[in-house]
């Protein structure tokens, strides 16, 4: 059993900063891919970040030069820090991992339940 716990959304106003994370518990050996999502009220799910098993990353460009993708292999624990946030960043934000268990067992598309952020102007 894998489980995703996301933390780090919340109210800030535009110009400000959250980082947000995204928790893989269970008997992983390593996450290989990371991505994160976002879903503004009355719009499509849109990819805003990704990193490749390789350590490659792509940003969406609404994000570029604001948003930084990053992990912490330690902690099986994916981050994406956002930077420079505008009210058009308001939305729900989803992680999505791709993992090998130990046993060699891949687990893909793992998805976390969503965090809020929320960018007042």
């Known amino acids: 059993q894998v489980q995703l716990v996301e933390s780090g959304g919340g109210l800030v106003q535009a110009g400000g900063s959250l980082r947000l994370a995204c928790a893989a518990s269970g008997r992983i050996f390593s996450i290989t891919a990371m991505r994160w999502y976002r879903q503004a009220p009355g719009k499509q799910r849109e990819l805003v970040a990704a990193s490749t098993s390789s350590g490659s990353t792509s940003y969406v460009d609404s994000v570029k030069g604001r948003f930084t993708i990053f992990r912490d292999n330690a902690k099986n624990t994916v981050y994406l820090e956002m930077n420079s946030l505008k009210p058009e960043d308001t939305a729900v934000y989803y992680c999505?991992?791709?993992?090998?268990?130990?046993?060699?067992?891949?687990?893909?598309?793992?998805w976390g339940q969503g965090t809020q952020v929320t960018v007042s102007s």
């Open positions: 999505n991992v791709d993992l090998i268990l130990y046993g060699g067992i891949y687990y893909n598309d793992c």
